[in-house]
């Protein structure tokens, strides 16, 4: 069964370095992997999508790659702030077969903590 | 400005009793989703409507029950027959009908449902 690993549950660092996030997926190759941010008691807000045949794809301070051989996406966030603190969770679609019902298939996400 | 309403914030059931959870776009989507997320798990999936008088089960629907009888709403009902449903609930939307074309999900801000 398709399966999302999102690399442990919490990642600190400190203000200004650059926070690495991995999404790990088996069993398939995806068309596309999408990223969520998520803040307590709010829902996942869409941050950026990179499809297969995309290597890298950016957006301000924020970087995502996908590397299907891999199966694994990276998500950075440059010069990172507290206010960048929040969970963010990959999402991508289920494998044919996997499930007619889901759509998506969110991971559990990562805690995200930016020390001043 | 758009978006999703949901409500309420909090939402506490007593023994035997069915709860609605209500969930309100202006975004003109056709799709709407409703998802149910437990501490350090990833969304699951209760139900989906990709148009009007037409839904179906996600991967966890048993115990709750949706309708669609307006683009704009999709409610959810949280029926006894649901024996844990202690969690926080996010319903969403998105432009995506037919073939999956990636694109994003438009989520609200959740309803906490705890039993009394």
């Known amino acids: 069964s398709q399966k999302i690993e999102q690399n442990s549950e919490a990642l600190n660092i400190q203000e200004g370095k650059t926070a690495t996030l991995t999404c790990n997926y088996t069993?398939?190759?995806?068309?596309?992997l999408q990223w969520y941010r998520q803040d307590p008691g709010r829902g996942p807000v869409f941050l950026l999508l990179i499809r297969e045949n995309e290597k890298e794809k950016r957006k301000e301070r924020l970087k995502v790659t996908f590397d299907t051989t891999l199966k694994q996406s990276l998500f950075h966030i440059t010069a990172s702030q507290p206010a960048d603190s929040a969970t963010y969770l990959c999402a991508l679609p289920p494998p044919p077969g996997y499930s007619n019902a889901s759509k998506i298939i969110f991971g559990s996400g990562t805690r995200l903590s930016i020390r001043p | 400005d758009g978006g999703i309403t949901q409500s309420p914030k909090y939402l506490f059931r007593k023994e035997g009793q069915n709860v609605t959870l209500s969930c309100e776009q202006n975004l003109n989507h056709d799709a709407m989703y409703w998802y149910r997320q437990d501490p350090g798990q990833g969304l699951r999936l209760i139900y989906y409507s990709q148009i009007v008088n037409d839904f179906q089960k996600g991967d966890i629907a048993e115990g709750y029950s949706v309708s669609r009888e307006k683009k704009e709403s999709f409610p959810l009902t949280v029926t006894s027959a649901q024996k844990n449903p202690t969690a926080f609930y996010l319903c969403?939307?998105?432009?995506?009908?037919?073939?999956?074309?990636?694109?994003?999900?438009?989520f609200g801000d959740g309803t906490r449902l705890s039993i009394l």
């Open positions: 969403a939307s998105s432009a995506e009908t037919g073939p999956t074309l990636g694109r994003p999900q438009h």
């Open positions: 069993n398939y190759s995806p068309a596309y």
